[in-house]
């Protein structure tokens, strides 16, 4: 069984992550590794098996070398160390995320990690989604990233949400949106829609399995969960209108007038918006 990644270990590998997020997909070998990073190859032999936690060990075992994981957790952790380094944008334009990144390929992977997710999104809006946060991202001040990146790899999983309470507003706050056209803007409407249902589907589905509703009787129990409902769709429903205003800016900057029902939660859904 892979070890969980530890990013700070990765941080001073640049040169070698440089290289294997523009050789992906092809494996490359440890001496191919070393003249292309100018380094002996003694030096690669030392640093690898902190470069195996991003790599794929079977294709190592077969003799092929060093190729990056296509897995969630190993192109987030590597999205931290280049972040880390202010070098998101070039992590962002490589061949490795670039290839990971395609529409069907972050569909299947998102779908694997988010139960009922490909219930909800298709291909082309995961695609445009992502399309959209690369867009975002790329627009958030290098020096904002780096700091945010270096707070994650540093701090524990208990410290997470304080991070990202503490960067993430700032850094929105810097980002750019764009909508080109009444297509995109009623595609991002609807992403905006189903992800709502989606968290709030997953969100019913964990409160009804608390293990304090197995305590009172089946009447109690309806009641419990009817307050926990409504206070879900309460605050899920204004934080997903808060999108409004970033979505109707970058539409009315590309002179498209959004109809005033868009702003409804849920109004992609109906027969006409």
Known sequence: MRNQIDAKSLISLMPYLNVLTEEYPNP?????????????????????????????????????????????DAFWNLFLVFSANGETRRFLGSRYAGLLLKGEQVHKALASHIRRYS????????????????????????NSLREFAKSIIKGSADDMGYTFSRFIPNMLRDFKLTIKNEHELRLAISIRDKLFYLARDLAWSYIENLSILRTVNARDREDYLRVYKHTIDYYLTRLFEALNTSLFDAAKASSIQPKPKMAIIGSSLLPEI
Request: proline share 3%; charged share 25%.
């Open 28 to 72: 490359i070998r440890a001496s191919a590794l070393a003249q292309k990073t100018s380094k002996s190859k003694a030096a690669v032999t030392k640093v690898k098996e902190r470069l195996l936690q991003v790599c794929d060990v079977r294709e190592m075992a077969l003799g092929a070398g060093f190729r990056l994981l296509p897995t969630f």
């Open 119 to 142: 219930d909800y999104l298709t291909n082309e809006e995961t695609s445009f989604m992502m399309d959209k946060v690369l867009e975002i991202v790329s627009s958030v001040s290098p």
